[in-house]
Structures are given as C-alpha cells and as structure tokens.
T-cell receptor
C-alpha cells in the first residue's frame, strides 16, 4: 500500500520568510511519481511539479524548490521569500507507474500555508 | 495546454434527488479518468477509476450503486450521485489521463464540482 505523510497540518509565516513543507512517502514500487499540488480557496488544484523516482536531482523554479531524497523517502518543497499569494493548501501525492492502480494518486493530508503580510 | 473541464462547477439539490457531474477532456483523448472526493478541510480520496468502454473500478468503501460512473467516450466521463443525501455533500474532482503529444502521456485535473445536498 502507498502512503503519503505531510506532518505539518498548518504553517504560518510572515511575508518574505522562507518556508519548507515536508512530505514523506511509502511505496513498494521501484518506479513511481511524486507530485506537489497547490489548492487555493477556489478549490482548483494547481500542478506544481512531477518527479520521477529515477530522477533525484533537486529542482528550482523561481521561488520554488524541491528536495528529493530517495534514501529517506522524502520530497520536500521550499518556498523562498514567501508572498501572500502563496497562501493555500499544498498537497504532496504519489502514484505508481505500473500494475493495478497505476497512475492513481495517493494524496497526503495537505499542509495549509498562511502567509501573513 | 491540455484542459479538463467539469460541469457543473457547483450544484445544490434536495435530498433524494440524483445529480450528474460531467468531466470532459477538451483537447486530448482520455483513456483513463479518475474520480476523487474531497470533504471540507480534508484530502482528496480516490473514488473510482474508469477506462473508456469498460466498467469503472471502485475503491473499497465506495458504493458503486450510489456513485454511477460512465466513461462512454474518450473525452467524457460522468459521475451520477443517485439519491443524494446531505452526507454526500463534497467537492468532486475528476482527473483525465491520456496522450497529448506523440509518445507523451499526461494527467490533468478538472476544476472540481461542489455538491451541496439540502
């Protein structure tokens, strides 16, 4: 069975601070995908990143960066110089790439980020 | 880019009525569609997976007779909540997976449908 744990339920930061959202996953698959999604109050999921389990390179996209550590089964997300518009619920998700249930996403419980001006 | 639409975006209905939610892939053919449900302040939970032309596969605990899923074409899947009750009030989100470019398969989420049952 797959499992995604986001231990931080809610985080509040002051604008311009950096913040890291943690994600730890469990899977028996050797190949899998990891995702981060942003869900603003409107409810629509906004895709942020997909990472293949073979690719452990960290990635940076503007103020966003992701740290994939296969050895610790973690895929953490950092927002640098946070802004009020970053306030949302962020979900980490996992999917297998083969077999029954492939490409079904297992979501973590989400971390609600509040950026205070 | 590829887009997935859902209709309606929100619906309010009386208890006991049935509600149909449509999920469409607008510029690609979705061989697989997933339906998720999200209760307030909770995570998304997979309800069922449907492949075009075949019966949906439901997750444990999801009543197939209550949540009817039809995936009759490569661009349309529907979820019908039959005899809806207040406890069915939730945010329903579909996801469509298909080939958007030669050799490239991607998956996209719809904007969601908020169902409120009075």
């Amino acid at each position: 069975a797959q499992k995604v744990t986001q231990a931080q339920t809610e985080i509040s930061v002051v604008e311009k601070e950096d913040v890291t959202l943690d994600c730890v996953y469990e899977t028996r698959d050797t190949t899998y995908y990891l995702f981060w999604y942003k869900q603003p109050p409107s409810g629509e999921l906004v895709f942020l990143i997909r990472r293949n389990s073979f690719d452990e390179q960290n990635e940076i996209s503007g103020r966003y960066s992701w740290n994939f550590q296969k050895s610790t089964s973690s895929f953490n997300f950092t927002i640098t110089a946070s802004q009020v518009v970053d306030s949302a619920v962020y979900f980490c998700a996992l999917s297998s790439t083969s077999g029954a249930g492939s490409y079904q996403l297992t979501f973590g419980k989400g971390t609600k980020l509040s950026v205070i001006p | 880019g590829a887009v997935v639409s859902q209709h309606p975006s929100w619906v309010i209905c009386k208890s006991g009525t049935s509600v149909k939610i449509e999920c469409r892939s607008l510029d690609f053919q979705a061989t697989t569609m997933f339906w998720y449900r999200q209760f307030p302040k909770q995570s998304l939970m997979l309800m069922a997976t449907s492949n075009e032309g075949s019966k949906a596969t439901y997750e444990q605990g999801v009543e197939k007779d209550k949540f009817l899923i039809n995936h009759a074409s490569l661009t349309l899947s529907t979820l019908t909540v039959t005899s809806a009750h207040p406890e069915d009030s939730s945010f329903y989100i579909c996801s469509a997976r298909g080939r958007i470019l030669a050799g490239v398969v991607e998956q996209f989420f719809g904007p969601g449908t908020r169902l409120t049952v009075l």
